[in-house]
């Protein structure tokens, strides 16, 4: 019998949600102290676990990585009981070994990002959460573990990921500064997801999905978005059978980590300086303190 509440989200294109054997149970707007998130959330029956899908973009692909309202994403998959977050997205490599259709699972963020509203905090309430390690590293171990075992390409991990701000690729100036920063990939899109995650008090990890060598290595073309498609779509399905695999193996997995408490100290506005229309949008996100 499945579980009545999504314990478990996913975030990424929607391609990845057409999974054999998977029963749709429902589509749900919810809307937000943040406005409403990017589409209706799916609740989707797999291996006996309910599952919230939700497009990063929406369906169709309307909405650029500075516009993803992030903040109503989270709160909107927390409000439903997810606990723990899977986001997949599309990648650039900045390191050879990082080939195009690889499964990569980063453990560093470096923020490039500049336009985007990634806090829950502010309007009279201030919070400062621990984000030195920006995975779960639970989750993140049970993503290697799985695209290894699946024999998948890549299964590589420590790596750092640049987040850009977009909507245009990599300058070469900016590819080969990354590549000097250590960094293995760039995308436009886990930043303020995992910020907002970590606030939240959800186990987030990030699957990277190479497409492209982004524009610094001699001799490849430029990276652009047919190339990039093309290889997201090489992928999708063994990205389908991966998320597969994971939902079992997190179905039954308890939360030993410290996601769950990662606001425990971190507020520090007095109580009775806090505005009561600040309390009433973070009790959204964080009824356990608000």
Known sequence: M???IPRIGVIGGSGLYEIPGAKVMDRV??????GLPSDEIT?????DQVVAFLPRHGRGHGILP???NSRANLCALKSLGVEQVVSFSAVGSLKEELAPLDFVVPTQIIDRTRSRPSTYFGEGIVGHVAFADPFCGRLSATFVEA???RQLPGGQTDET???MEGPLFSTRAESELYRSYGAGLINMSVLPEAKLAREAELCYALIAMVTDYDCWREGEDDVDIQSVLSNLSKNAEHARELLQDLITRLGGDER???CGSACQFAIITAEDRRPPATVEKLR???????
Do not use: M
């Open 2 to 4: 499945a579980q009545a």
């Open 29 to 34: 707007t919810v809307d937000t102290p943040w």
């Open 43 to 47: 609740l989707t029956e797999i291996s």
């Open 66 to 68: 500075t516009e993803v």
């Open 147 to 149: 695209i290894r075992q």
């Open 161 to 163: 990921i640049v987040c």
């Open 256 to 258: 030993a980590c410290g």
């Open 284 to 290: 959204a996100v964080l009824p356990k303190y608000f």
